[in-house]
């Protein structure tokens, strides 16, 4: 009972990031950004220790192909942690929740 809200906000953070890919390839809102220094939402954490900001569309990715999805709302700013695979060059992207939002309502306006 306890994991059904942590499902739940998994789920919504997915279709977020998919309805934000299919709403960059059609807007090319990435493009715009680049052009305008565009918002970072989080951090990305290389596996070669680097970091770098994340991207909205980085951020679609991140959780779209995170190996595992965690989420430290106790803690300021309340953060989505994506793990991820073996395979990719990222260990994790922590993404800030409230910046997520924020870029979901200039969308909206």
Known sequence: MHEIPQQEATK???E???YFRAL????????YWK????PSVGTLYLKD???EPITPREMSNKIIHA?????????APPTI????RDKERWAR??????????????LGS
Do not use: F, H, N, P
Request: with cysteine; proline share 0%.
């Open 16 to 18: 977020l990031a998919l």
């Open 81 to 84: 942690i994506c793990t991820g």
């Open 24 to 31: 960059d390839d059609e807007q090319e809102l990435t493009r």
């Open 12 to 14: 919504a953070a997915m």
């Open 67 to 75: 190996e595992r999805i965690e989420w430290r709302v106790l803690s």
């Open 49 to 51: 220790g680097t970091t």
């Open 93 to 106: 992207a922590e993404i800030d929740v409230g910046r997520m939002i924020a870029i979901g309502g200039m």
């Open 35 to 38: 052009r305008s220094q565009g």
